[in-house]
């Protein structure tokens, strides 16, 4: 009876080489692996021919799926070659770490002993390999232990080394109390007991390089059954999801990952390539992103390559070597360009698929059968989606996307799209890993992503407390088709709108109801119910506006004048005669009100004029009035800002206004002008250059001032003739 | 006699290192190299010898990049050492060949006017007007010699050479050989034969390298100190042997002093002040170490010569604003703001605004 213990890097192709032929020499009759004992029921999964790495064992806790830990596998892994070893071989697998329904259930704390010794100790433990490293005189771990032990193809006698190294680690350095580590090595034991009292001859282990110390001598079973007594439990599940190369180098249930797990899988599939593969793929991927590169680039880098390896006594050349011999011979010295060698080779673009029928939550299932009935890939790479709402297909595609939005599972991202028309959206979709936990977490609200959106929706609203909460729920929850949804959300907004005395929420409120209410038809939404509540949180607004707009501050006067700002374009996007003509009859107050913030006044007056409620003259007498020299300069200056916020293209282009601002000028005597010059720097302050310029230019021009309204006699016959034209221009 | 000169060549002031170097030497040396790659790595960056000798670092800086110069020259590609002026292109290059070649002689200075007479070969043209074109008529040219005898050969400023002449190196570099029409002969290279070049990439209206040209380099960039510590280190160590060299006694520790004109040129390099919070305009200049390091030796210079010897803010101030305000109009707005946003508040540096006060 003999028990093997093969101490792995975990993801080291090296290891998964070593490991294999110790396999093949040993002929166990059973492999322990270190991974969660959850898993096991998982690994049959591994062999199914749709499977392909990488890929993640996840394991969860149901009631909380935010506790979840991945076991990333690549094809270069050791442990899953292990396991492929065993799936084929018929020999039993048992995963032997401590089972995670206790690594959850307890709350680890490391207690920290501050001081010297004890800090190296934790910095080893960390990464004992880069210690190993730094000894060696390496400065960077991963080329140590790539040149030490997985590129030289020594055979059996590795594993041998690693585990005198690290036994020769743990004893030097100072025990750490780790409680943690103790139970999972003690449970690592256990396994061990038990495989040889079942009468196992030959015992295979393989775990990281850390732990087979550890396992080397077994202690008195009692000691290891007082340290796993008494321990907490919950419930866990696991799954296999699709992994991507880029999260490889996560730190996960393996601890720290893989930062070139690219270069490692070429590895893997190449072992004899002493680089001229390698560059050879580089100078493709070079090529491919239009930089010129030759067969003779090629034959110079592998050779820099060679030398480079060859300087510094290795005996063959590792990842620096090659990238350092890329950036030489290829990149004219330029690290700028390797940026795309890393994303495209050295990290790679693999990722995984897991087979149909892998156990997975209703949530997941739904989700899937979704994406494939709208021949969406669930894939971690951008991908761009262009829908035409007023196609059904392409309309159940975004309420699909919108949904996920709601639960917070940011698969699609929107884009602004320009053209004309709500009927369009852009999506940029990119799966990730992560957004399977969120989706697990998800899953107790229901089994369907419209049940589960629709709930969870619900469910948030009723917790909103306030206006200005529930008001983007409303945005979102419109485009995902959410009916029932829909309707508790609305009652809870009445509800909340009642309540609420606070005129700027009431006011935020109402744009996006009323961008419902106009386009609400591309999505077939229920519009009546959503008018009803538009047009109560309406008047509520405009019953409190004049009086919210007397005795502000100018900062909030400037906040106030925003919102009526977004308020007055709703309403004239809406068309609604009755709400227009209620809105107008509301702005006419406040502008007449004398105690309402400048500011505000001098954008009312701008706005009545805009809607022709202000005539020309009145609104000449406003201007006047508001600038006279006996107000308060500060008030003078803040209502002509209100005027003129952005409106310098208004100056620009509209007649009227510019008479009214430039008569007003010339009416001024010289000692007037030096008075409000100041205030008037302060509004032109705002504008841009160009902005300045033309006003100046146009100040030059019209020295009459006044309006000179021109009329042309236009022959209609003529004038007829150029409307075809027109018309075929503008597309009808 | 040799105690009278200037500046010594690389492999004469470090004949004693080149020497211990070439005794310890275990690994294999490439035909005609004094040194194994390896020795010449260790030549430029410093290190202890098994029997305890010191030798001195030349390079501060990464390791790596080294590495891949002295690999380079070991495969059939030739070196170029590009990078802004004053980061230690010039010096890598003539100790790299000094180590390699036991000669850092072998020089082409390129220049706007350098002809292809002066890459490839001349002509005596006494010789050739009385005995026609004959092997004794031709003058060689460094590179013809580095050929010949397989030596590194420099070429300082590759970019600056008009393209036509630099593209006379093609066939030299690639074929190794050299012909000579004239007298249907070619000069066939040596092993141990290679060219390193520098070029500066902050010169406007260069002369690019044509890409078969640039395909027969590789390119290693020389980038500028990293960390403020290692650009102090460079500035100590080099204005050290700059008053070992002219005999000026130092009589102060120089290296607070050091470390506040680094920090005004890190500071108006990276254009924001060393504590990160003011953002400032940078100058036209360069500011590289090479000049901090000039900044130094003229203010040592100066002390000794005009004053009582100890370094002052006032030696160093003219050294300072000469280095930065290249363009007097511009660098002078530039450091003008830099005076006072900078140097005022800072706290016991009021010597050195006083002294760039009275001058600018």
Same mark, same amino acid.
């Given at each position: 009876?003999?028990?093997?213990?093969?101490?792995?890097?975990?993801?080291?192709?090296?290891?998964?080489?070593?490991?294999?032929?110790?396999? %093949?020499?040993?002929?166990?009759?059973?492999?322990?692996?270190?991974?969660?004992?959850?898993?096991?029921?998982?690994?049959?999964?591994?062999?199914?021919?749709?499977?392909?790495?990488?890929? %993640?064992?996840?394991?969860?806790?149901?009631?909380?799926?935010?506790?979840?830990?991945?076991?990333?596998?690549?094809?270069?892994?050791? /442990?899953?070659?292990?396991?492929?070893?065993?799936?084929?071989?018929?020999?039993?697998?048992?995963?032997?770490?401590?089972?995670?329904?206790?690594?959850? $259930?307890? /709350?680890?704390?490391?207690?920290?002993?501050?001081?010297?010794?004890?800090?190296?100790? %934790?910095?080893?433990?960390?990464?004992?390999?880069?210690?190993?490293?730094?000894? +060696?005189?390496? &400065? &960077?771990?991963?080329?140590?232990?790539?040149?030490?032990?997985?590129? %030289?193809? =020594?055979?059996?006698?590795?594993?041998?080394?690693?585990?005198?190294?690290?036994?020769?680690?743990?004893?030097?350095?100072?025990?750490?109390?780790?409680?943690?580590?103790?139970?999972?090595?003690?449970?690592?034991?256990?396994?061990?007991?038990?495989?040889?009292?079942?009468?196992?001859?030959?015992?295979?282990?393989?775990?990281?390089?850390?732990?087979?110390?550890?396992?080397?001598?077994?202690?008195?079973?009692?000691? &290891?059954? $007082?340290?796993?007594?008494?321990?907490?439990?919950?419930?866990?599940?696991?799954?296999?999801?699709?992994?991507?190369?880029?999260?490889?180098?996560?730190?996960?249930?393996?601890? +720290?990952?893989?930062?070139?797990?690219?270069?490692?899988?070429?590895?893997? =599939?190449?072992?004899?390539?002493?680089?001229?593969?390698?560059?050879?793929?580089?100078?493709?991927?070079?090529?491919?992103?239009?930089?010129?590169?030759?067969?003779?680039?090629?034959?110079?880098?592998?050779?820099?390559?060679?030398?480079?390896?060859?300087?510094?006594?290795?005996?063959?050349?590792?990842?620096?070597?090659?990238?350092?011999?890329?950036?030489?011979?290829?990149?004219?010295?330029?690290?700028?360009?390797?940026?795309?060698?890393?994303?495209?080779?050295?990290?790679?673009?693999?990722?995984?698929?897991?087979?149909?029928?892998?156990?997975?939550?209703?949530?997941?299932?739904?989700?899937?059968?979704?994406?494939?009935?709208?021949?969406?890939?669930?894939?971690?790479?951008?991908?761009?989606?262009?829908?035409?709402?007023?196609?059904? #297909?392409?309309?159940?595609?975004?309420?699909?996307?919108?949904?996920?939005?709601?639960?917070?599972?940011?698969?699609?991202?929107?884009?602004?799209?320009?053209?004309?028309?709500?009927?369009?959206?852009?999506?940029?979709?990119?799966?990730?890993?992560?957004?399977?936990?969120?989706?697990?977490?998800?899953?107790?609200?229901?089994?369907?992503?419209?049940?589960?959106?629709?709930?969870?929706?619900?469910?948030?609203?009723?917790?909103?407390?306030?206006?200005?909460?529930?008001?983007?729920?409303?945005?979102?929850?419109?485009?995902?088709?959410?009916?029932?949804?829909?309707?508790?959300?609305?009652?809870?907004?009445?509800?909340?709108?009642?309540?609420?005395? &606070?005129?700027?929420?009431?006011?935020?409120?109402?744009?996006?109801?009323?961008?419902?209410?106009?386009?609400? !038809?591309?999505?077939?939404?229920?519009?009546?119910?959503?008018?009803?509540?538009?047009?109560?949180?309406?008047?509520?607004?405009?019953?409190?506006?004049?009086?919210?707009?007397?005795?502000?501050?100018? /900062?909030?006067?400037?906040?106030?004048?925003?919102?009526?700002?977004?308020? #007055?374009?709703?309403?004239?996007?809406?068309?609604?005669?009755?709400?227009?003509?209620?809105?107008?009859?509301?702005?006419?107050?406040?502008?007449?009100?004398?105690?309402?913030?400048?500011?505000?006044?001098?954008?009312?007056?701008? $706005?009545?004029?805009?809607?022709?409620?202000?005539?020309?003259?009145?609104?000449?007498?406003?201007?006047?009035?508001?600038?006279?020299?006996?107000?308060?300069?500060?008030?003078?200056?803040?209502?002509?800002?209100?005027?003129?916020?952005?409106?310098?293209?208004?100056?620009?282009?509209?007649?009227?206004?510019?008479?009214?601002?430039?008569?007003?000028?010339?009416?001024?005597?010289?000692?007037?002008?030096?008075?409000?010059?100041?205030?008037?720097?302060?509004?032109?302050? !705002?504008?841009?250059?160009? /902005?300045?310029?033309?006003?100046?230019?146009?100040?030059?021009?019209?020295?009459?001032?006044?309006?000179?309204?021109?009329?042309?006699?236009?022959?209609?016959?003529?004038?007829?003739?150029?409307?075809?034209?027109?018309?075929?221009?503008?597309?009808? | 006699?040799?105690?009278?000169?200037?500046?010594?060549?690389?492999?004469?002031?470090?004949?004693?290192?080149?020497?211990?170097?070439?005794?310890?030497?275990?690994?294999?040396?490439?035909?005609?190299?004094?040194?194994?790659?390896?020795?010449?790595?260790?030549?430029?960056?410093?290190? *202890?010898?098994?029997?305890?000798?010191?030798?001195?670092?030349?390079?501060?800086?990464?390791?790596?990049?080294?590495?891949?110069?002295?690999?380079?020259?070991? @495969?059939?590609?030739?070196?170029?050492?590009?990078?802004?002026?004053? *980061?230690?292109?010039?010096?890598?290059?003539?100790?790299?060949?000094?180590?390699?070649?036991?000669?850092?002689?072998?020089?082409?200075?390129?220049?706007?006017?350098?002809?292809?007479?002066?890459?490839?070969?001349?002509?005596?043209?006494?010789?050739?007007?009385?005995?026609?074109?004959?092997?004794?008529?031709?003058?060689?040219?460094?590179?013809?010699?580095?050929?010949?005898?397989?030596?590194?050969?420099?070429?300082?400023?590759?970019?600056?050479?008009?393209?036509?002449?630099?593209?006379?190196?093609?066939?030299?570099?690639?074929?190794?050989?050299?012909?000579?029409?004239?007298?249907?002969?070619?000069?066939?290279?040596?092993?141990?034969?290679?060219?390193?070049?520098?070029?500066?990439?902050?010169?406007?209206?260069?002369?690019?390298?044509?890409?078969?040209?640039?395909?027969?380099?590789? @390119?290693?960039?020389?980038?500028?100190?990293?960390?403020?510590?290692?650009?102090?280190?460079?500035?100590?160590?080099?204005?050290?042997?700059?008053?070992?060299?002219?005999?000026?006694?130092?009589?102060?520790?120089?290296?607070?002093?050091?470390?506040?004109?680094?920090?005004?040129?890190?500071?108006?390099?990276?254009?924001?002040?060393?504590?990160?919070? *003011?953002?400032?305009?940078?100058?036209?200049? *360069?500011?590289?170490?090479?000049?901090?390091?000039?900044?130094?030796?003229?203010?040592?210079?100066?002390?000794?010569?005009?004053?009582?010897?100890?370094?002052?803010?006032?030696?160093?101030?003219?050294?300072?604003?000469?280095?930065?305000?290249?363009?007097?109009?511009?660098?002078?707005?530039?450091?003008?703001?830099?005076?006072?946003?900078?140097?005022?508040?800072?706290?016991?540096?009021?010597?050195?605004?006083?002294?760039?006060?009275?001058?600018?």
């Amino acid at each position: 009876m003999s028990v093997h213990l093969l101490g792995i890097r975990h993801h080291g192709p090296g290891s998964s080489r070593h490991v294999l032929n110790a396999l %093949a020499e040993i002929q166990p009759d059973i492999i322990l692996i270190e991974g969660p004992p959850e898993g096991e029921a998982m690994l049959s999964w591994a062999a199914h021919k749709d499977m392909q790495p990488p890929v %993640a064992l996840l394991a969860y806790v149901p009631d909380n799926p935010q506790q979840a830990v991945f076991y990333p596998f690549t094809i270069h892994s050791p /442990e899953w070659n292990a396991i492929l070893y065993g799936l084929n071989n018929h020999i039993p697998l048992r995963f032997i770490d401590m089972p995670l329904a206790h690594g959850f $259930a307890t /709350e680890w704390k490391e207690t920290p002993l501050h001081n010297e010794t004890s800090e190296l100790a %934790a910095h080893v433990r960390k990464n004992p390999i880069a210690y190993l490293a730094e000894i +060696a005189g390496f &400065d &960077d771990p991963e080329e140590w232990w790539e040149h030490r032990f997985e590129i %030289a193809q =020594q055979p059996y006698e590795v594993f041998e080394a690693i585990a005198e190294s690290m036994a020769a680690l743990r004893q030097t350095l100072p025990q750490r109390a780790d409680r943690r580590e103790d139970i999972r090595e003690a449970f690592m034991r256990k396994s061990i007991r038990i495989a040889q009292k079942e009468g196992f001859e030959r015992i295979a282990v393989i775990c990281g390089a850390w732990h087979v110390p550890a396992l080397t001598q077994l202690p008195k079973q009692k000691e &290891d059954d $007082a340290l796993l007594k008494n321990l907490p439990k919950t419930k866990v599940e696991s799954t296999w999801i699709p992994w991507t190369n880029d999260r490889m180098a996560f730190e996960s249930g393996y601890g +720290a990952g893989v930062e070139s797990p690219g270069w490692y899988m070429h590895h893997w =599939q190449h072992p004899d390539d002493h680089g001229t593969l390698w560059l050879s793929h580089t100078a493709r991927v070079f090529r491919e992103n239009q930089v010129d590169i030759s067969s003779a680039h090629i034959i110079e880098a592998v050779r820099l390559a060679g030398a480079l390896a060859g300087l510094r006594g290795f005996p063959r050349p590792g990842l620096k070597e090659l990238n350092e011999a890329t950036v030489a011979v290829m990149c004219m010295g330029e690290p700028v360009l390797m940026k795309v060698i890393y994303r495209e080779l050295i990290v790679g673009k693999a990722f995984g698929q897991i087979p149909e029928g892998t156990p997975q939550v209703p949530l997941q299932r739904n989700l899937e059968l979704l994406a494939k009935r709208f021949r969406i890939k669930v894939v971690p790479e951008h991908k761009t989606l262009k829908l035409d709402l007023r196609e059904e #297909n392409d309309l159940q595609k975004s309420i699909l996307l919108h949904r996920l939005q709601l639960l917070d599972i940011n698969w699609g991202t929107m884009e602004s799209v320009s053209g004309k028309g709500t009927f369009k959206e852009e999506w940029t979709l990119r799966w990730y890993p992560e957004l399977t936990i969120r989706l697990l977490e998800k899953a107790p609200w229901g089994n369907t992503v419209e049940e589960a959106a629709t709930k969870y929706l619900k469910n948030t609203a009723s917790k909103c407390t306030r206006l200005d909460e529930i008001t983007p729920l409303v945005q979102s929850a419109i485009p995902a088709d959410l009916p029932t949804a829909l309707n508790a959300v609305m009652q809870k907004m009445d509800e909340l709108a009642a309540s609420t005395s &606070d005129i700027s929420m009431l006011m935020d409120a109402f744009p996006p109801l009323a961008q419902v209410s106009r386009y609400g !038809n591309v999505r077939k939404t229920d519009r009546e119910s959503i008018d009803l509540i538009m047009t109560t949180i309406f008047y509520r607004a405009i019953a409190g506006l004049p009086a919210g707009c007397t005795g502000i501050d100018d /900062e909030q006067a400037a906040v106030m004048t925003d919102k009526i700002k977004e308020v #007055n374009q709703a309403i004239r996007m809406l068309e609604k005669p009755e709400l227009t003509e209620d809105w107008t009859a509301a702005l006419e107050t406040i502008f007449h009100a004398d105690r309402t913030a400048p500011f505000i006044q001098g954008y009312c007056c701008k $706005a009545l004029y805009d809607s022709r409620q202000l005539g020309m003259d009145s609104t000449f007498n406003a201007f006047s009035k508001a600038l006279s020299p006996s107000n308060e300069p500060s008030a003078s200056a803040n209502w002509l800002e209100g005027f003129l916020t952005d409106a310098a293209t208004v100056l620009i282009l509209d007649d009227v206004i510019w008479a009214v601002v430039n008569d007003w000028l010339q009416s001024l005597d010289d000692e007037t002008f030096l008075q409000v010059v100041p205030l008037l720097r302060r509004t032109f302050a !705002n504008f841009s250059n160009v /902005e300045k310029r033309k006003i100046a230019g146009r100040a030059k021009q019209g020295k009459a001032g006044a309006l000179i309204p021109q009329t042309i006699d236009i022959d209609p016959q003529r004038a007829e003739k150029v409307l075809p034209v027109l018309e075929m221009l503008m597309g009808f | 006699m040799s105690q009278n000169i200037l500046r010594q060549a690389a492999e004469a002031q470090f004949a004693q290192e080149i020497e211990e170097l070439k005794k310890h030497d275990k690994h294999t040396r490439p035909e005609n190299w004094l040194l194994s790659p390896h020795a010449v790595v260790t030549y430029l960056m410093g290190g *202890t010898l098994d029997n305890g000798f010191e030798i001195s670092c030349k390079y501060i800086g990464n390791r790596r990049l080294m590495e891949i110069a002295v690999a380079t020259l070991t @495969t059939d590609r030739a070196l170029l050492l590009y990078g802004l002026p004053g *980061t230690a292109k010039s010096w890598v290059s003539e100790h790299i060949s000094a180590a390699i070649s036991g000669d850092s002689g072998l020089v082409i200075q390129g220049t706007a006017g350098t002809g292809e007479d002066s890459v490839r070969y001349g002509w005596n043209y006494a010789q050739l007007l009385s005995a026609g074109p004959v092997p004794e008529a031709i003058v060689e040219t460094p590179v013809m010699r580095g050929m010949k005898e397989g030596k590194i050969v420099r070429v300082e400023e590759l970019t600056r050479i008009g393209s036509d002449v630099q593209d006379s190196l093609i066939t030299i570099l690639s074929e190794k050989m050299l012909p000579i029409p004239e007298l249907n002969t070619k000069v066939m290279a040596v092993r141990g034969f290679n060219i390193i070049a520098t070029a500066n990439n902050r010169d406007k209206g260069v002369n690019d390298l044509s890409s078969a040209l640039k395909r027969r380099f590789n @390119t290693v960039i020389l980038p500028v100190p990293e960390t403020i510590e290692e650009e102090v280190e460079i500035v100590q160590q080099r204005v050290a042997s700059f008053s070992k060299s002219i005999d000026l006694p130092v009589e102060k520790p120089i290296l607070e002093e050091i470390n506040r004109i680094v920090t005004v040129f890190r500071e108006l390099r990276n254009g924001v002040s060393s504590d990160g919070k *003011t953002k400032l305009k940078s100058p036209s200049g *360069t500011l590289s170490t090479a000049e901090a390091i000039s900044v130094m030796n003229s203010g040592l210079s100066l002390a000794y010569h005009f004053g009582d010897a100890s370094l002052r803010a006032d030696d160093l101030a003219s050294g300072l604003i000469g280095a930065i305000i290249k363009d007097p109009v511009q660098d002078k707005i530039v450091f003008q703001e830099y005076m006072e946003t900078v140097l005022k508040q800072r706290d016991g540096w009021k010597d050195i605004y006083r002294a760039c006060r009275e001058i600018i």
